[in-house]
């Protein structure tokens, strides 16, 4: 399958000139201590900055900023056959068990606790006590894919919030203000 951004990019020609526009800011900035575990949550071609910091993390050599924490990636996709990069990434496992997981929603093939399809929220939810650990542990959590993943993630935190006797609004707040929230969905 042919991205229209990168297949666009691809297929210019030398010198020729394209206007770029894109996010701004420092939404999607890792955290500034490579012990910060970093939970990736992606859908799609969301996969695009995740793979930028699990090649950081685990393939570059990047003398300044060696990773010493947990890298835990969450990829939503249709088919197993749409698992972008993942000959990568099961690489990357096998080379740091330790220290980078993967999990797969596979909405076409899985089901969730309900007997639904799995979706990327559901894949979540499996691992919400580890998930709020990590969090109230200081934890940077990323989310990148379309936008119409936001709310049903949302819903599911809601959910597990109360579940733990917590105030959703206070808790997402929370890691807002610790700088560990961070949402690039379009």
């Known amino acids: 399958k042919k991205g229209i951004c990168s297949n666009f990019l691809c297929d210019a020609k030398p010198g020729q000139e394209v206007m770029m526009t894109g996010p701004t800011g420092q939404v999607m900035l890792l955290p500034k201590d490579p012990a910060t575990p970093?939970?990736?949550v992606a859908t799609g071609t969301g996969i695009a900055?995740?793979?930028?910091y699990y090649r950081r993390f685990f393939v570059e050599d990047v003398k300044s900023w060696?990773?010493?924490g947990l890298a835990w990636l969450f990829m939503g996709v249709a088919n197993s056959d749409a698992k972008l990069y993942d000959d990568e990434i099961q690489e990357c496992?096998?080379?740091f068990p330790g220290q980078f997981r993967c999990d797969y929603a596979l909405s076409r093939e899985q089901t969730n606790k309900n007997g639904g399809k799995m979706?990327?929220?559901d894949k979540v939810e499996e691992y919400k006590d580890q998930i709020f650990q990590l969090?109230?542990?200081g934890a940077h959590m990323y989310f990148c894919g379309l936008k119409g993943m936001m709310p049903g993630i949302q819903d599911m935190l809601k959910s597990?919030?109360?579940k733990k006797k917590?105030?959703?609004?206070d808790f997402i707040e929370k890691l807002k203000k610790g700088g560990q929230w961070h949402v690039e969905v379009y």
């Open 49 to 52: 900055p995740m793979r930028s």
């Open 135 to 137: 969090l109230d542990g």
């Open 66 to 68: 060696e990773f010493k």
């Open 119 to 121: 979706y990327i929220q």
């Open 38 to 40: 970093v939970i990736m």
């Open 166 to 169: 917590l105030n959703y609004d």
């Open 93 to 95: 496992i096998k080379r």
């Open 160 to 162: 597990v919030c109360e």
